[in-house]
């Protein structure tokens, strides 16, 4: 018992004595965690909305049966309904429409819409059941009603009884709002309508985008789905919920996982500062410890002094991290909702789901790396010599033994060596390792490295400068820089985060730039609304389109889904006029690409995106199969071209070989040059005169190529948060750290100012300590930045995303953040000495513990 | 006589579908009437053609009730029904799935050891072979539900419900018996509301019926009605009562009163036909259903005169059921409430057959 | 040369430290003031550097009030005319012997060579460039006392410069203060609580709370 009120004496000295840096300790360690446990909750609640909402829309099947190719003909569907072990069945036709007319103006005017059964889907999906109007029951079997969904009606303005439009093909429909889909998930954009009404208006008859199936309960579902999937045969693909969650979180993966790494480097980032403070504190209080030690402490009990306060830290830090982290993210689903992820996770609105474990799980990693932080001094500590460690001067040894540069070279060769290994699960996780290892090798080597740098500095300095200030501030970091590390792990940690992310943005946004120059060559590009698996164009509007004056150049691209894989997203794949003696003139090839010329005769020429070649395992030159219409056909790999926008994978092939191996000649998009003479006004007034003019989407590339970064600056907008909260972290850290030296060097001061030294010479030197330092963080963090951009340019986005870019260097941003850095650094290290300074201090020469 | 309508307590999708259903929009009912057959005075029903379906008219059911006996003596009532539905779709909408008819099935099972009705249902729209009501014979399938007429004149059905199924022949003994006249049934003052109605009495059946995990072989028989229409009730009437009654020496009788909002007789029909085949018509006034007791459902707090006299000129019969929870709940999945059950027939407090009663309209005080 | 006048100061808990001071410090002169523990030394120093004010009365140092400068001139003015040796040594462990020593002269402007000319006085010629946690005791008290005369100060204050260590070195570090004081032309003053160490000055004064007296003369037993 008595030891326990020593411990609990010890804790409350502790707390009244350093109240401000316990404070920051505490900041640090619920920034790092709120960070984390904000993007973690963000990421998942959008997941989660998104597979809930996908779930709503397949109800509770057992089974479901897809066509690779998208849609596939109803007449399987009899021979399911009477499959022996089948219970209930469902058939269902899911596709987009435009929505026309006075909805135009919007971005995106796609409407989700799943033509079913009302009779078959009441067992398996109830949700989708539209509510009609009083006395209106028929509506649910009507060809001209239409159910919204709440999100829905809002999204377009619309009321029961209002009328809605949609382009299909060339022609425009209306339908009746009957009724709302009261059951549907919240914020999901979707219309439900009777399936034959749906064939017939929206022109899919004869399809079916999947059947839903329930199985009497004595079916193993495994064996059922290997059985049907065999007698179906290839055309089809049998899944269940399970499946379809698998190629759901697959869609997104990649973002998610980034994201969550991100956090953990933030998370990571906090740890230095927390690791500071704890260790600047062991270290003022060595000896107190060494004292405690001589009066009879054991090892064990001091270690445990030190680390139940670690614990105690860590405790309330992480459990304010993780209210914040709540907050942020429920504020951010709040303001960003509608944008967030938006082209990840179209027309859904998340809402965050408060997980214990996982919330457990985000508090043990802040207390996990508080607790660390307090071990690692405070075995050096108890196992010092106790005599020397009475003696003055001391101090800066403590980090000897946590810091040396021999493993600081192992961190940065292994981290070197890692990002030479290929993907881990299709993700980078190898890669962040790598970030990691140089981002904690960079921090070890820092001692070092400021020791050399600061040497130099100072030889120079006390060569040509009297400045004292000057002289000692460079013979403190040249002489004691291990402390002067301990200051700046914070500022190094995320000033090379800020770099790195800053840099990656940077080269993205400028690739992604120069690929939509590539890819959006022409004036103007017009589509139509598909209809069915027709494209909208058919042969008559294809040459009435061709006879317009005014214009240069016309191809048409034909445009459809499919699927390779049935784990796997679907592929796109394009048909569309290549030059033939020089595909780069059409394509953003990378260089690896072969001239037509050097494939067979008769083969197919096909060009993959980057992401088939990852995904897919396609290469130059090899022979693949591609299901189009109801054949599969070989093909033959003609080169490689960069996409940004599908990295799930596309597929481009010549319209002339699609035509001649499918028949299909209708198209969906119009790419058009403009004339010399011609102007855009003129070019669009030529469109508005074609008879089927009202349901055209016409879309200049200018403004495709802004709303394309539009989207990009979106979706990166985490990332600026991340830059923001690093740039705090690594001003916290200065903050912590400077205030914790103060009092250290409290004695330092007062001597200084027995012999003369002014308050305001002692508020400059920390002001220039602070600024140095930065500098040299910066510096450094430059250097380590930039070698982390790398790994995340060239490593972890083509292994996540399948696509390369080019490396580009936002020198003025980094030049400003340098600026923000070093000014803020120096200031929060000149505010930190205002307490040291005041008269009471100046008697601290005298004082003793 | 089968209106239908949705549910409209927003949680649901089906038809509600009952017999003699009071509460038709009468304006839908105007708007959809003219595209659809309408039910004549001069029309001479033919066979076989009229055993099938009648697809240019609204609504159409072939209605089976029954008693059972099994091998070790139990008695059983039984109830199938078969309803086709037109939905008024655009006829040129080339679909497959489009909503051209509508087949829904009921089917119940009333065991006194189990104290209460079992039963089941389902329903589709036609299409695809997996459901169908088909013209020329009564061939109606819904999955793997079926009722269908052999040429023999034999009726073959097969039900299985969750719960319970049954897998029956139906014989005829006796000729069929045209119901009004000549197979034109008026069901209200007004002309217009009518309907081509005939009836099988007396038919022998057997087969087997799947309950409680067993599979019993059983014999019994039945009385099938099957009737067709596009436009059945007055707009005043509330409910219903009927009873179709197998007699013990091989005579029947059907009887029916509509009840208007303000629970009096608004119409009533019986037709009664001996052994030797000798029929006798009823007229409304002459026709009489007296409540002797009242049973209220725990389940939705109905209150229904399970126990009837009723009087065709003369003849009093007495109606005891075969016992009292046979109502129908099916709000959850269609919306409907009725009681549909086994009664046993007593004239001069003498045995004198076995019949079904149904009750509808009774279902009240839902909105406690 | 340094002249306190009527000095008194109480804390804020009431508790009078120093009542009515008053002396005279000749230029030259090595004064010891002896007193029992809590009787005010380290206030009287602390007044005299000009880092604490007096309730009332005034110091002058060369006929200057510090008492009455603010605490930017009275830091100049220290800087200039004091030097100190503290109890506890304190030479700032991230800067050479030679810097430290420095210190002083680079705050005053001059030039830094006699530096190497102090701590060679002090017997430390050839270690300027070493560290201080390379020193014992006694060698950082050297440094000290190099530091506190190095810029000719008019004034040097010692406050108990021999507390941390032992008799033998404490005797040479008593001697060397005294031989340095004297070598510089410095006045000084020497705060202890020893007998043997008051012995190294000129006379000894007394600190009580009835104010400084002149100490009996006590020789070593």
Known sequence: MKMVRLFCWLLQGEWRARFVQIIVAVIAIAMGVALGFSIHLINTAALNEFSAANKSLSGQSDVQVYGKQGFFDETVYPKLAQYEGVKLVNPVLEFTATVSAEFENRDDHKLKILGIDVLRAADISPDLLGVPGEGRSMDSFADDAIFLSPAAMEWLGLEQGDMLYFNVGLETIALRVAGGLTRAHAGQRIAVMDIGAAQWRFQYLGLLSRIELKLESNIHHEAFKVKLGNELGEQFYVSEIADQEVRIANMSRAYRVNLNMLALVALFTGSFLVFSTQALSVIRRRRQFTLLRVLGYTRRQLLLQILTEGFVLGTIGALFGLAIGYGCAVLAINLLSGDWGSYIFPGIQPSIFFSLQNAALFFMIGLGVTVLGATLPAREVVSANQASALKSGGEDSTMNRVQRSRSAWVCLFSGVLLTQLPPVYELPVLGYMAIALLLIGGIALMPGLAKLVFSFLQKYVSRYSKNVIILMTVARQANAPNQASIALSGVLASFSLIVAMAIMVLSFRVSVDQWLDHVLPADLYVRVADSGVQGGFQKEEQNAINSLPGFSRTDFFRVQQLTLNPDRPEITLIARPIDAVEPGNTLPLTDDARGLDQLPKGAIPLWVSEAMVDLYGYAVGEKVMIPMGNMWYEFQVAGVWRDYGRQFGAVQMQLSDYQTLTSDFSINSVALWLDTETTMTEALVALQQLPFSNVLEITQSQHMRESSLAIFDRSFAITYVLEVVAVIIGLLGVAASFSAQMLARVKEFSMLRHIGVTQSQIKRMLAAEGCFLTAFGVVLGFVLGLGISLILIFIVNPQSFHWTMQLYMPWNWLLLISGVMLVSASLTAWLSGRNVVSDGVIRAVREDW | MIPLFFNQNGVSWLFLLIILWPSISVSQEAVQGNRFAKVSTGYTLVFPRDYGAHPDFRIEWWYVTGWLETDDKKTLGFQVTFFRSSTGHHPENPSQFAPKQLIIAHAALSDPSVGRLIYGEKSARTGFDLAYAKEGDTNVKLDDWYFVRDADGHYQTKINAEKFGMQLSLIPTQKMILQGEHGFSRKGPNVEQASYYYSEPHLKVAGTIKHQGKTLAVNGHAWLDHEWSSELLDSRADGWDWVSMNLFDGSSLMAFQIRGKDGAKLWAYAKFRNAAGEVRFFDPEQIEFIPERVWQSPHTNAVYPVEMRIRTGEIEWRLIPFFDDQELDSRRTTGAVYWEGAVRIFKEHQPAGQGYLELTGYESALDL | ?221
Do not use: W
């Not at chain 3, 002058?60 to 040594?89: C, H, M, P, W, Y």
């Not at chain 3, 001059?110 to 060679?120: G, H, S, T």
């Not at chain 3, 009996?216 to 037993?221: G, L, N, Q, V």
């Open chain 3, 1 to 221: 040369m340094l002249e306190l006048h009527h000095l008194h100061k109480s804390y804020a808990a009431g508790h009078q430290v120093l009542s009515d001071i008053s002396y005279c410090l000749k230029s030259g002169e090595y004064v010891a003031i002896m007193g029992d523990s809590g009787v005010g030394k380290s206030t009287l120093l602390n007044l005299i550097a000009g880092l604490d004010v007096p309730d009332s009365g005034e110091v002058l140092i060369d006929g200057t009030v510090i008492s009455a400068l603010n605490d930017e001139e009275a830091t100049l003015l220290r800087r200039k005319e004091l030097g100190f040796i503290f109890q506890e040594f304190h030479v700032l462990s991230h800067l050479t012997l030679n810097q430290n020593v420095a210190l002083p002269l680079l705050l005053n402007d001059l030039p830094v060579d006699r530096a190497e000319v102090l701590l060679a006085e002090v017997g430390l010629q050839g270690r300027e460039n070493d560290f201080p946690r390379q020193l014992s005791g006694g060698e950082l008290q050297r440094v000290a006392i190099a530091r506190a005369l190095v810029h000719r100060p008019k004034l040097v204050l010692a406050d108990e410069p021999t507390g941390n260590l032992d008799p033998d070195t404490a005797n040479e570090i008593l001697q060397l203060i005294r031989r340095e004081i004297k070598k510089n032309g410095a006045s000084g003053i020497l705060v202890t609580h020893s007998r043997v160490a008051a012995s190294t000055a000129d006379y000894v004064l007394t600190l009580t709370k009835h104010g400084l007296q002149p100490a009996e003369i006590i020789t070593d037993p």
